[in-house]
C-alpha cells in the first residue's frame, strides 16, 4: 500500500465556507480599520502598545464570549494608549500530538473528534466575537492550510516556536496582509527565528491547497520572544533587557523592515508560572524606558488570561478557567492591563 491512512470525508473549501457563513460588510469595515491601526505600530506611525491577550485555549465558546465582552470594557478606558488584539486559539498545539487539540478538531472537548463542525464552530466563534465587541483577534496557524477558513475575520497571526523553522509557515506567512510573528524555536535560537522573519518578508512563489502561488512578501512578519528549553527541559527566559539588547543589534546587522518583537510573558519565559506575567511584564516596560533602541523594537507583549486563575483538567467544569496552559485570572488581568497603561 502507498498510503496507511483513511480519508474520513472531504471538507468544504474555505471559499465554500465563507459563503455558507459570510460575513457581514460592518465585519469587513472594523477589520479594515483594526488592519490599518495594527500596521501603523509596526510600521512607526503609531506609537501606541499592542496586547495580546487572551486565554491560552479558546476552548469554550459562552466563556470566550463572556471574556471578550469584560475586555472590551477595559480596552475602550485604555484606548489612547493601549491597542488590544484577543487571543482566540483554536489549534491548540500539543508535543506529542496526543490530547486535546483545540476547538478545531473538538468543538466540544468532552467528545469525539470532529472537524467539520469544529471549522464551522471556530468561523461562527470568530464572527460573534467581532459582531458583538468590534474585535478582530489573533490565531496561531498551527496547520498553514486552514488559514482562508478564517482569513477574512483575523487580524493577528503567530507561528509558533515548533513550527517556525517549516518551509511552509514561512512562506505562507509571506502571503498574509495582517502581521505574522514568528516566535523563537524551543531551543531559543533567534537566528532561526530571524531567518523565519526574512522568508515571510520576501516574495514567495510555491504550492497551497492545490495551486501554485506567489505572494508579494509580508513586510508585517516579525519576531516573538518566548523563552526556550535546554536539554534538560529546564526554562531559560529571554525577555530580559540584555536579551532585547542582543535582538536590537542582530536586527541592526540584517536587512529586516520594520524590525519589531512582541515578548510572551508566558511560556518558557515564565516557565509556565502565569503568575510571573505581571512581573515580567513590568520588566520588559523597564526596559523600555531605559533604551531607545528598545522602545522602538518591542511593539507589545503577549499575555495568557481567562476568566479563572489556573487551569483545569477537561470534565472538571469550572467556567472560563483554562484546559490546557494555566492562566491570569480575570481581576488580575483587568489590573494588569490598566497597569500596562500607566507604564506606557
Not at 223 to 233: A, N, P, Q, T, Y
Not at 287 to 301: C, E, F, Q, T
Request: glycine share 6%.
Amino acid at each position: 500500500m502507498d498510503m496507511q491512512m483513511k480519508f474520513v470525508r472531504k471538507l468544504p473549501q474555505p471559499s465554500e465556507l465563507k459563503m455558507q457563513f459570510p460575513v457581514p460588510n460592518e465585519v469587513e469595515k472594523i477589520k479594515e480599520e483594526r488592519d490599518r491601526q495594527i500596521a501603523d505600530i509596526f510600521e512607526g506611525r503609531s506609537d501606541k502598545f499592542l496586547l495580546i491577550i487572551g486565554p491560552c485555549s479558546a476552548d469554550n465558546e459562552p466563556a470566550v464570549l463572556d471574556y471578550m465582552h469584560r475586555l472590551k470594557e477595559v480596552a475602550d478606558e485604555v484606548k489612547d494608549k493601549i491597542f488590544i488584539i484577543p487571543r482566540v486559539y483554536t489549534n491548540k498545539p500539543r508535543t506529542t500530538g496526543l490530547g486535546y487539540k483545540g476547538m478545531l478538531h473538538q468543538p466540544d472537548p468532552e467528545k469525539a473528534e470532529d472537524m467539520l463542525a469544529g471549522i464551522i464552530a471556530i468561523r461562527e466563534m470568530h464572527s460573534r466575537i467581532v459582531t458583538e465587541t468590534g474585535f478582530t483577534c489573533a490565531e496561531e496557524m498551527l496547520y498553514p492550510s486552514n488559514h482562508r477558513y478564517l482569513s477574512d475575520l483575523l487580524s493577528y497571526v503567530a507561528v509558533g516556536a515548533r513550527s517556525v523553522e517549516d518551509q511552509e509557515h514561512r512562506l505562507v506567512s509571506s502571503g498574509l496582509g495582517i502581521p505574522v510573528g514568528m516566535k523563537n524555536p524551543t531551543s531559543g535560537d533567534i537566528n532561526v527565528m530571524l531567518n523565519s522573519v526574512i522568508a515571510a518578508q520576501n516574495p514567495q512563489r510555491f504550492q497551497y491547497r492545490g495551486w501554485e502561488v506567489q505572494t508579494p512578501g509580508n513586510p508585517l512578519a516579525h519576531s516573538i520572544l518566548r523563552g526556550s528549553v535546554d536539554k534538560f527541559g529546564r526554562s531559560h527566559p529571554n525577555y530580559h533587557y540584555e536579551d532585547l539588547i542582543n535582538l536590537a543589534r542582530a536586527y541592526a546587522s540584517k536587512e529586516i523592515k520594520n524590525p519589531a518583537v512582541i515578548v510572551d510573558t508566558n511560556h518558557a519565559n515564565s516557565g509556565k508560572d502565569y503568575l510571573e506575567q505581571i512581573r515580567i511584564s513590568k520588566d520588559v516596560l523597564y526596559s523600555i524606558r531605559h533604551s531607545d533602541d528598545i522602545k522602538s523594537m518591542v511593539k507589545g507583549l503577549m499575555i495568557e488570561s481567562y476568566i479563572e486563575d489556573g487551569a483545569q483538567k477537561i470534565g472538571e467544569g469550572h467556567y472560563g478557567m483554562s484546559i490546557t496552559d494555566p492562566c491570569l485570572g480575570w481581576a488580575k488581568s483587568k489590573d494588569l492591563i490598566k497597569l500596562i497603561a500607566d507604564l506606557v
